[in-house]
């Protein structure tokens, strides 16, 4: 996914630089994505494409529209016992329900992308026990990304993947330098400002 991540990451698309990768035609700057199975590609798509796969049957579960839809989770319920079980080196993360290894899926970001790991069971269950609304994250397309000093948030998939990119090519030294904190701090103010508010105890899964 390295590829995307830099398109995702760079924000400088020139008019008809990319094209959707289903069937060609030229997209625009901001477009969505369809998520491959089983290679967990990210597949940039035009609107035709998004239309033709916006729904469950479609596909022969091959591909999947990643949603737009993005929650804050107020109240949010994450422990240091709990954050402590997740075993994440960064403050940071984003947990993914992996549908082919049928169980959730931690990544972090790093200066070389991100770092995959499989989250304790146990842990897992706490959150969701938790954070009801957590019974809504749709398998492989959408993520809880948590970071232990902003909140937590449900998110597109790819929006996790392009805050991973930034990170890593904007990374310099030791630390990371000035120029990529900035940019972390800015995407949590955009995801922000795209985000609906919903109490973490949310558990209605009829919610679109």
């Keep these: 996914m390295s590829g995307l991540l830099r398109r995702l990451a760079s924000g400088a698309r020139e008019r008809g630089e990319e094209r959707c990768e289903l069937c060609g035609e030229p997209l625009p700057a901001v477009h969505r994505h369809l998520l491959e ?3 967990r590609e990210l597949r940039c798509a035009c609107r035709a494409c ?3 796969f916006d729904h469950g049957a479609a596909g022969g579960g091959h591909y999947r529209l ?3 839809r993005r929650r804050r989770l107020c109240g949010f319920r994450l ?3 709990t954050w402590a079980r997740l075993r994440a080196p960064v403050r940071t ?3 993914v329900d992996d ?3 049928g169980l959730p899926i931690l990544h972090y970001p790093s200066p070389a992308g991100a770092v995959r790991a499989p989250v304790d069971q146990g842990a897992w269950a706490l959150l969701r026990r938790d954070n009801p ?3 809504q994250l749709r398998p492989d397309v959408e993520a809880l990304l948590a970071d232990r000093d902003r909140g937590a948030w449900i998110v597109p998939v790819d929006d996790c993947y392009a805050l991973v990119g930034a990170i890593r090519t904007r990374w310099r030294g030791l630390t990371g330098g000035a120029d990529v904190r900035r940019h972390i701090a800015q995407f949590f103010t955009d995801l922000d400002d795209r985000s609906v508010t919903v ?3 949310d558990s209605d899964r009829s919610s679109a």
């Design 79 to 81: 422990d240091e016992e």
């Design 50 to 52: 998004q239309v033709l």
């Design 66 to 68: 990643v949603p737009e």
């Design 37 to 39: 199975l089983p290679a």
């Design 199 to 201: 109490p973490a105890t």
């Design 93 to 95: 993360v984003f947990l």
């Design 133 to 135: 609304a957590l019974l």
């Design 99 to 101: 549908s082919a290894a």
